[in-house]
């Protein structure tokens, strides 16, 4: 096995330009997970931990490298929230969000926030330089990106306009380290509501047509957010799997995207 | 690759050449066995150390990637002369039953005590949320936490406020 430990991007970028197959290693907690269960053996390594220009973090600029550790300070409630939930102690102190947008798994738990703030994933290549690609054009499947093989997820653009209101919630069989059987993010913003979900489809989605019914009505009575919780429940795409069923997954969803409108309603 | 890494304080270089654990590598080739191998995906906590002062699964570090870097186990925590407080607040309570999980516990909970030396309850759930006992001996694991975060006298005099 080849192995190069970065120290900075242009190291990652000078590997990934000659071994576009290089795997990248960050907190390892997707890649051995399958070099230990799936005995995966990657001909060559790159290991982006110590890689300076995806640490930092602001309001509208978040790393590749920061850590769930990290983002439960986020001035961002509702992506705190989330890194809160992630794994245990031990997965937040070296998991990163740029692992969780790489791997791209229907229930990563920092997805729905990027939906919901709108955001973008900035990659680079030694070949086409950065690019900046808005979150449901990079997201394409399940564990699929529109990431190139030569490319390196290096930042989450955060637009400006991210509603302070937010919160975030998800459903699994218990508290602590536990993968969403459901996740839900809503912002309320001066152009209104947005509802976001995971685990529900292949991609993290954005519940359209629930937002519109909220947007368009003068008042948030309980009539309507029981008719919200039915779009909702209607618009998501979930799956029957080892850990739930389609219909609880869309009853959840219902359930999730409901009370987070409650909790943010001013 | 030759790898350089201080465990417990001493340098203890090894020789790598695939995508190994850092706990594979701890056990195998170290000689240290304290550190256990169970479920080897991040789930159970069983191998939990500290790197770099960082809490962490070992069975999740590629042991060619901690180079340069300092590893605590178990065993630089205490031994049979010298129990770490955690060590002696566990066999006060009865917390170990097959003893499996027990090393895991043992590092996250001094980690947790060096940062947060009398947390809650919910604070020690928390901390703990990543190790995983199979006996389902939790009561009195949590027990040995609840003895360790109460405040000890000397503490009273040096309380925030003065």
Same mark, same amino acid.
């Given at each position: 096995?080849?192995?190069?430990?970065?120290?900075?991007?242009?190291?990652?970028?000078?590997?990934?330009?000659?071994?576009?197959? *290089?795997?990248?290693?960050?907190?390892?907690?997707?890649?051995?997970?399958?070099?230990?269960?799936?005995?995966?053996?990657?001909?060559?390594?790159?290991?982006?931990? +110590?890689?300076?220009?995806?640490?930092?973090?602001?309001?509208?600029?978040?790393? *590749?490298?920061?850590?769930?550790?990290?983002?439960?300070?986020?001035?961002?409630?509702?992506?705190?929230?989330?890194?809160?939930?992630?794994?245990?102690?031990?997965?937040?102190?070296?998991?990163?969000?740029?692992?969780?947008?790489?791997?791209?798994?229907?229930?990563?738990?920092?997805?729905?926030?990027?939906?919901?703030?709108? *955001?973008?994933?900035?990659?680079?290549?030694?070949?086409?330089?950065?690019?900046?690609?808005?979150?449901?054009?990079?997201?394409?499947?399940?564990?699929?990106?529109?990431?190139?093989?030569?490319?390196?997820?290096?930042?989450?653009?955060?637009?400006?306009?991210?509603?302070?209101?937010?919160?975030?919630?998800?459903?699994?069989?218990?508290?602590?380290?536990?993968?969403?059987?459901?996740?839900?993010?809503?912002?309320?913003?001066?152009?209104?509501?947005?509802?976001?979900?995971?685990?529900? #489809?292949?991609?993290?989605?954005?519940?359209?047509? #629930?937002?519109?019914?909220?947007?368009?009505?003068?008042?948030?009575?309980?009539?309507?957010?029981?008719?919200?919780?039915?779009?909702?429940?209607?618009?998501?795409?979930?799956?029957?799997?080892? +850990?739930?069923?389609?219909?609880?997954?869309?009853?959840?969803?219902?359930?999730?995207?409901?009370?987070?409108?409650?909790?943010?309603?001013? | 690759?030759?790898?350089?890494?201080?465990?417990?304080?001493?340098?203890?270089?090894?020789?790598?050449?695939?995508?190994?654990?850092?706990?594979?590598?701890?056990?195998?080739?170290?000689?240290?066995?304290?550190?256990?191998?169970?479920?080897?995906?991040?789930?159970?906590?069983?191998?939990?150390?500290?790197?770099?002062?960082? $809490?962490?699964?070992?069975? $999740?570090?590629?042991?060619?990637?901690?180079?340069?870097? %300092?590893?605590?186990?178990?065993?630089?925590?205490?031994?049979?002369?010298?129990?770490?407080?955690?060590?002696?607040?566990? $066999? %006060?309570?009865?917390?170990?039953?097959?003893?499996?999980?027990?090393?895991?516990?043992?590092?996250?909970?001094?980690?947790?005590?060096?940062?947060?030396?009398?947390?809650?309850?919910? %604070?020690?759930?928390?901390?703990?949320?990543?190790?995983?006992?199979?006996?389902?001996?939790?009561?009195?694991?949590?027990?040995?936490? %609840?003895?360790?975060?109460?405040?000890?006298?000397?503490?009273?005099?040096?309380?925030?406020?003065?």
């Amino acid at each position: 096995m080849e192995f190069v430990a970065a120290r900075d991007l242009d190291d990652a970028l000078d590997v990934k330009a000659d071994e576009p197959d *290089a795997a990248l290693l960050a907190g390892g907690t997707d890649l051995m997970v399958d070099v230990n269960l799936a005995h995966h053996r990657p001909a060559s390594v790159v290991s982006i931990r +110590r890689v300076r220009e995806l640490a930092g973090v602001d309001e509208h600029r978040i790393g *590749a490298g920061v850590t769930w550790e990290q983002l439960e300070g986020s001035p961002h409630r509702a992506l705190a929230q989330a890194a809160r939930t992630v794994g245990s102690p031990q997965i937040r102190s070296v998991g990163t969000i740029g692992g969780n947008i790489g791997t791209a798994s229907p229930a990563g738990d920092g997805l729905p926030w990027i939906a919901a703030a709108d *955001a973008s994933i900035v990659v680079a290549s030694r070949k086409r330089g950065e690019r900046v690609v808005p979150w449901n054009e990079f997201f394409v499947g399940v564990k699929e990106t529109s990431l190139e093989p030569d490319e390196v997820i290096i930042a989450v653009q955060v637009p400006g306009d991210v509603p302070e209101s937010q919160e975030f919630a998800k459903v699994g069989v218990r508290n602590a380290m536990v993968i969403s059987t459901v996740s839900c993010v809503v912002m309320r913003g001066d152009d209104g509501y947005r509802i976001a979900l995971g685990s529900v #489809a292949p991609t993290p989605i954005r519940a359209t047509q #629930a937002e519109a019914l909220l947007n368009s009505a003068r008042d948030i009575t309980e009539p309507l957010l029981d008719e919200l919780a039915d779009v909702v429940s209607r618009e998501v795409r979930p799956i029957t799997d080892h +850990r739930s069923t389609e219909a609880y997954r869309r009853h959840a969803s219902g359930v999730l995207a409901r009370r987070l409108v409650e909790r943010t309603r001013p | 690759m030759i790898v350089r890494i201080t465990v417990n304080g001493d340098d203890r270089p090894f020789d790598v050449s695939g995508p190994d654990s850092l706990l594979s590598v701890l056990r195998r080739d170290l000689g240290l066995p304290g550190t256990k191998d169970a479920c080897e995906q991040g789930e159970c906590g069983s191998c939990t150390v500290e790197l770099d002062g960082a $809490l962490v699964c070992s069975c $999740l570090v590629m042991a060619v990637d901690a180079d340069g870097c %300092e590893v605590t186990t178990v065993e630089g925590l205490g031994d049979e002369d010298g129990l770490h407080p955690v060590q002696e607040a566990m $066999l %006060e309570t009865g917390a170990v039953q097959c003893g499996f999980c027990t090393p895991g516990f043992v590092v996250a909970g001094a980690h947790l005590l060096d940062r947060n030396p009398h947390p809650t309850p919910l %604070e020690v759930k928390e901390a703990l949320a990543g190790n995983v006992c199979r006996c389902t001996g939790y009561g009195a694991i949590t027990r040995a936490f %609840e003895l360790l975060a109460e405040p000890h006298p000397g503490d009273a005099q040096t309380g925030e406020e003065s």
